[in-house]
């Protein structure tokens, strides 16, 4: 018998229908002899029509009533699965985060957890119980509730699993598991039967949507064995190990992409200490999240050129704070490219192989595509290409690394 | 400076609207000076569309569930109104019933109140915020959330207001105040300015529909001072007082009635000690509850006849459990009617002043209205009457008592 904490998001229990087919899928598990603990999200919907309430009766709603009141989401779904799974003959008993002392800091809307008390939840199991528990939620140390931010269901499920020390973490999702790449673009993408835990960072990082990035991070420092599957089709998934030997053999796990990133240059910078740090202090300030950085030296070689990306949103701003900043640096120009992407390869066998690099410039050359910005780490290539060669890029990329499928 | 408990029903609060309108109105009362706590129900609707939701997945929904359902109906309330009062500049705090420590019962559905910890709301009070509450909800010993049960949300306000020692409780609702009797029945009713709490037990408990009978129980045991007034237009209200020296001059306060009532009667029952219980064992056993109850001695002075009254809805079966109890108890016959109203005179003044009854029949006789049973208590006389002659009859009583209004 196992212990097995299982996570569906909104889109799995957003009818009555659904509810009861999660129960369905819940009470199977059961019957297969292991014990369950259920986390969920709130109907679909739910939680941007009490949005809506709150931001008709204050522009920027209080953090600490909003918390308050979305936290009412995922409460009113572990009672209805609750009542599912018992009008199933399945025992079950639901729990609010703050029942189940699910404990973290005070940041209202975006709280971090601290530690989870089990002992009722195991108590709970013991008697057969299957034990649903409200995602997302929680209570600071004064007993206010907080909320993880959205998607925060993944990382409860996870701290769930982690203070029970649970044999898996099933996260049940739309997509029946991490693909090679995203099948919207190239057809031939194909599901992962397990990715490590660091490629699966890179993975969430990079943009694929397929698990919260804070949740990947936390089963990581867990050792947390966490596995991806459909709610709505049968399947194994895939599983996140922790173990490189048993990945298959590929070098490459899979490419994952951004759009909607944008760039900044910073020409003819002259070239003393401190510079970079003058550069971002203003843009950090306003609140605008830098991705990549590069810097070279220029071709006078006493002045230098500075170059970083960003999400598209904040193009305007950052371009503002950047030709003032320029100017006060008396550097000779600011250039800005708001139709860019960025494409990743990402693969532990990266690490033991020379030459993906390589391979990766030479099969974007052949189709023309023109690389901006490159930037590397031990187990992941990113490139900066035009926005128009998004999807030509990445089926260019899919095919010469052998990640079709077979059939 | 005094401490007032507001409550506000789902209507007042059942839109975005009306929500602002509620907080504007606590913003005045906190703007006079006073400390404000509010207590909340539900948006009016909110508890039908959850109670639907869990009957589509559970024909008896799980009772703890359905109380960890119902409850995020004033969870969201409270969000939403402390927002509103932030919005006009009124600081404001929420409270769910667990974190203001309502502890109650284990009875979920209809949870009774033990106590309140009103420190946390004291605390917050003094730092010249509002506190606004949940009302219905509380948690028991081991933690679970409990539902007071419809309508609890006047006692939540009552047990906040003891456990607060406020100088008032404020019930808000969607008339004005407690009247000599329904205004659609005689259009000539008068708001009564003050009503003792005597009073109020009775007229509650006879039908009249404005507060929650358990709440008035709670305000009495406690003595804490209770006023009607209206959510949706200014004005004093009803108050309910504990000095009866203060209240007006009139022998009756208000004149209550019960539609929807039947009458039984066992003819002809051999008259032996036990009787009674032997033929109102068996009703109260099937959960019929009975109301009033008369034992005659019959014609011929060797048995007796034995009449009580029960609502509309249970007639049927209590006939047939009737029918079989009379034939073992050798009676001779029974005799049902299921169109009988009651109407009720209430007041205090009735204890001093002899001639109440004779007055109230004489009134009565003069319309031709034939009385089937009379039943009294200190401070109310009560009549069962043929259901059609009610709005003649109390159309009657108000005249003949002179509870109209003067102009």
């Given at each position: ?174 997509v029946d598991g991490v693909y ?11 599901r992962l039967a397990r990715i490590?835990?660091?490629?699966m ?9 397929v ?15 966490l596995r991806v599957l ?6 194994e998934g895939t599983l996140i ?167």
């Amino acid at each position: 018998m196992s212990l097995i904490v299982q996570k569906y998001g909104g889109t799995s229990v957003g009818s009555v229908e659904r509810i009861q087919a999660v129960a369905a899928k819940v009470k199977q598990s059961r019957d297969a002899g292991h014990q369950v603990v259920v986390v969920v999200s709130a109907m679909s919907g739910e939680t941007d029509r009490l949005l809506g309430l709150a931001h008709a009766l204050q522009e920027r709603p209080s953090p600490r009533e909003l918390d308050v009141l979305l936290s009412t989401g995922e409460q009113v779904t572990i009672a209805l699965l609750s009542m599912a799974l018992e009008a199933g003959g399945c025992p079950a008993r639901s729990y609010t985060g703050s029942q189940v002392q699910v404990r973290t800091d005070s940041a209202h809307n975006k709280a971090r957890i601290r530690d989870i008390d089990g002992a009722r939840v195991r108590a709970d199991l013991d008697a057969g119980r299957v034990v649903v528990v409200a995602g997302f939620q929680g209570i600071d140390e004064q007993g206010n509730i907080t909320t993880l931010g959205r998607g925060g269901s993944d990382t409860s499920a996870v701290a769930m699993a982690a203070a029970l020390k649970a044999d898996e973490c099933q996260i049940y999702t739309d997509v029946d598991g991490v693909y090679t790449t995203d099948p919207r673009i190239e057809p031939k993408a194909r599901r992962l039967a397990r990715i490590t835990f660091e490629e699966m960072l890179e993975m969430a990082s990079l943009g694929s949507k397929v698990l919260q990035i804070r949740a990947v991070e936390f089963a990581g420092k867990y050792q947390v064995p966490l596995r991806v599957l459909s709610s709505f089709q049968d399947g194994e998934g895939t599983l996140i190990t922790f173990e490189e030997g048993n990945v298959e053999e590929a070098k490459i796990a899979g490419i994952a992409f951004a759009k909607d990133e944008a760039k900044l240059t910073v020409l003819g910078v002259p070239d003393q200490p401190g510079v970079a740090h003058k550069i971002l202090g203003p843009i950090s300030d306003a609140n605008v999240e830098v991705d990549m950085i590069i810097q070279n030296i220029a071709a006078d070689a006493r002045t230098t050129d500075f170059t970083f990306t960003i999400h598209r949103n904040d193009y305007g701003r950052a371009l503002e704070i950047l030709q003032s900043t320029a100017q006060d640096l008396g550097a000779r120009e600011v250039q800005g490219d708001e139709r860019i992407v960025k494409i990743s390869l990402v693969g532990v066998g990266m690490r033991s192989h020379a030459g993906i690099a390589s391979g990766m410039f030479e099969a974007l050359a052949r189709e023309g595509i023109n690389i901006r910005m490159i930037s590397t780490s031990e187990i992941k290539i990113s490139v900066v290409i035009d926005e128009k060669y998004l999807e030509l890029g990445v089926r260019a990329l899919h095919d010469a690394f052998g990640l079709s499928d077979a059939s």
